[in-house]
């Protein structure tokens, strides 16, 4: 009888051995994206202020060459606010991409193989 139960005891122990690596999600380790280095480095300085018209400078503006400047102004704002959306596009994306690159590398398989 003692015989029998060592006999049972070998293979009951390599089962549980083999259930240490056969259940549960693997660990994973991640480490932050780098989605900043994917915005364009000129990007990091602003938008430059609109070249003022020359009569402004001289002092000889009429209400036109004021028109003019506070077109330019405007078109560099909508530059601004192009920039703005395109960056936070490029985030979002990013670390969209990351999570759902995490949960494939942690989804539970079934019986540890599929």
Do not use: Y
């Not at 300085?45 to 077109?71: E, H, K, M």
């Not at 995490?102 to 398989?109: K, N, P």
């Amino acid at each position: 009888m003692r015989k029998a139960l060592i006999k049972l005891s070998i293979p009951l122990l390599m089962l549980q051995g083999c259930a240490l690596f056969a259940g549960g999600r693997p660990t994973v380790t991640t480490q932050r994206a780098g989605c900043g280095s994917l915005i364009p480095a000129d990007w990091r300085n602003g938008t430059p202020a609109a070249a003022i018209v020359d009569a402004i400078v001289a002092g000889t503006a009429a209400v036109g060459d004021w028109i003019v400047q506070a077109d330019r102004e405007a078109a560099r704002g909508d530059v601004a606010d192009d920039r703005t959306k395109a960056t936070i596009h490029i985030f979002t994306t990013c670390e969209e991409r990351d999570a759902a690159a995490v949960r494939q590398a942690t989804r539970r398989r079934f019986l540890g193989i599929f």
